[in-house]
């Protein structure tokens, strides 16, 4: 089986859009930010290699795979990232889409982030989608938290 949630959220930083892009475009500040995640190696500017270990419910699951950026665009100020993983103990495999805009806000920067999560194999067998959803939720309310908490702090 295969199930999939999209989310979308908005938010604010008080800082100005080239340092917030530069920010998010870099792949320790991303493991960084999402919950459970490590990153494990980086094999060029746009690929790396991570882990993410997440809850659903009583499960608890790990998932390795590889994340790459399929657009950067500096002048739009546009991202999107597409990480591929596989369950360590079998449960099947999962997707991560991300996209992100920035926009300068006066001196603040809007990020408008999209986030799609798929999973396939056993794992979307056990998983109800409410709960895929909650996770899902949960990893994008931290991230967006986690970014406006760090820029402030990050010299990149």
Do not use: Y
């Amino acid at each position: 089986g295969v199930m999939a949630v999209s989310l979308n959220k908005s938010f604010s930083v008080d800082h100005d859009s080239d340092v917030v892009w530069r920010f998010l475009t870099d792949p320790e500040n991303i493991a960084h930010c999402l919950p459970g995640a490590r990153l494990l190696e980086v094999v060029d500017e746009r690929t790396f290699r991570g882990e993410v270990a997440l809850k659903f419910g009583l499960f608890g699951l790990t998932f390795r795979g590889l994340a790459r950026f399929t657009e950067l665009d500096a002048g739009q100020l546009t991202a999107a990232l597409e990480a591929n993983a596989t369950e360590l103990r079998g449960w099947g495999d999962g997707e991560m889409r991300m996209r992100s805009r920035l926009s300068s806000d006066g001196e603040a920067t809007l990020i408008d982030l999209e986030q799609s999560f798929r999973v396939t194999g056993r794992l979307s067998g056990v998983v109800a989608t409410s709960l895929l959803t909650a996770a899902a939720e949960f990893v994008l309310a931290r991230f967006a938290s986690c970014v406006r908490a760090q820029v402030a702090i990050w010299e990149g």
